[in-house]
């Protein structure tokens, strides 16, 4: 079965850490870009980073640019989201989806994207 899995949201205080992944399978990984989006209560979705199919190339939105940290394990068909100095702001459910994007320039366009994770729940609290 195509698909990628989301995992490691969970509750966690203002200041703290978490680790996303993003599981694929039925699929290699390596022919795809990656970004996570997310979506916060009462807001639209958003995308927060993109990855490239190497891993050469990264970007970030303004809002987690500093504190989030994208990279990707192509041999274990898995992408991850280091998140940093959570702020209550960063609640939200956050998703994977793939893409054959290269440039990462206007990766927040969910058009580009054809398959998306369930998505995660992360919640940080004050």
């Known amino acids: 079965q195509v698909q990628l899995v989301e995992s490691g949201g969970g509750l966690v205080q203002s200041g703290g850490s978490l680790r996303l992944s993003c599981a694929a399978s039925g699929f290699t990984l390596d022919y795809y870009a990656i970004a996570w989006f997310r979506q916060a209560p009462g807001k639209e979705r958003e995308g927060i980073t993109y990855?490239?199919?190497?891993?050469?190339?990264?970007v970030y939105s303004d809002s987690v640019k500093g504190r989030f940290t994208i990279s990707r394990d192509n041999a274990k068909n898995t992408v991850y989201l280091q998140m940093s100095s959570l702020k209550p702001e960063d609640t939200a459910v956050y998703y994977c989806?793939?893409?054959?994007?290269?440039?990462?320039?206007?990766?927040?366009?969910?058009?580009?994207?054809?398959?998306w994770g369930q998505g995660t729940q992360v919640t940080v609290s004050s």
């Open positions: 990855i490239s199919k190497s891993g050469d190339n990264t």
């Open positions: 989806a793939r893409t054959t994007y290269t440039t990462g320039r206007y990766f927040y366009s969910e058009n580009l994207y054809n398959l």
